[in-house]
T-cell receptor
């Protein structure tokens, strides 16, 4: 039973346009959500997070939106840059615990 | 400061051999995690260490897998009698370990790519 799903394995976007990466979860106990970015041969690096008490968190070009009723979160990257090309993982957890549940990742390719 | 480091970066072994993978967490981080990423899959939780508490081994796929954390710092993941299905990238992460959730972001090492022939 996959509790965190990233249904798009890949996404291609033109440089300068918006990239939207999606993530769905099933466990209503999850109240904290993170996005990680992974380049080849490197470990995932933390990108941005959001608590369930918010519906939006913004950090520069990156914005995460949370729709609790739909159990859905999305990561928006605007404007997209070629250096953003990587695999993006969403992760969910419950505050006070340590176990992250990761999605399978979406490979983003930003075309110059 | 230094991030999480892992060694070796790549390991090729023959089926049936034992392997040891090492993780050096960020200094001061009391929590340490091992994950596995198989081809086309997400990150699969294996084991969690927090300070001197008993580790959470609930994610270990079989009794061929074990892990130790000595002195609350360096950790070794051991896979005995390796099988081809053990081939994956093994990732280590550490965190401050201050209670989980929003205050305890996990920081990952570069991983060890294990190939079992």
């Amino acid at each position: 039973d996959q509790q965190v799903k990233q249904n798009s394995p890949s996404l291609s976007v033109q440089e300068g346009r918006i990239s939207i990466l999606n993530c769905d979860y099933t466990n209503s106990m999850f109240d904290y959500f993170l996005w990680y970015k992974k380049y080849p041969a490197e470990g995932p690096t933390f990108l941005i997070s959001i608590s369930s008490i918010k519906d939006k968190n913004e950090d520069g070009r990156f914005t995460v939106f949370l729709n609790k009723s739909a159990k859905h979160l999305s990561l928006h990257i605007v404007p997209s840059q070629p250096g953003d090309s990587a695999v993006y993982f969403c992760a969910s957890t419950t505050s006070g615990t340590y176990k992250y549940i990761f999605g399978t990742g979406t490979r983003l390719k930003v075309l110059a | 400061g230094a991030g999480v480091s892992q060694s070796p970066s790549n390991k090729v072994t023959e089926k049936g051999k034992d392997v040891e993978l090492r993780c050096d967490p960020i200094s001061g981080h009391t929590a340490l995690y091992w994950y596995r990423q198989s081809l086309g899959q997400g990150l699969e939780f294996l084991i969690y260490f927090q300070g001197n508490s008993a580790p959470d081994k609930s994610g270990l796929p079989s009794d061929r897998f074990s892990a130790e954390r000595t002195g609350g710092s360096v950790s070794t993941l051991t896979i005995q009698r390796t099988q081809q299905e053990d081939s994956a990238v093994y990732l280590c992460a550490s965190s401050l370990g201050v209670g989980g959730g929003s205050t305890d972001t996990q920081y990952f090492g570069p991983g060890t790519r294990l190939t079992v022939l």
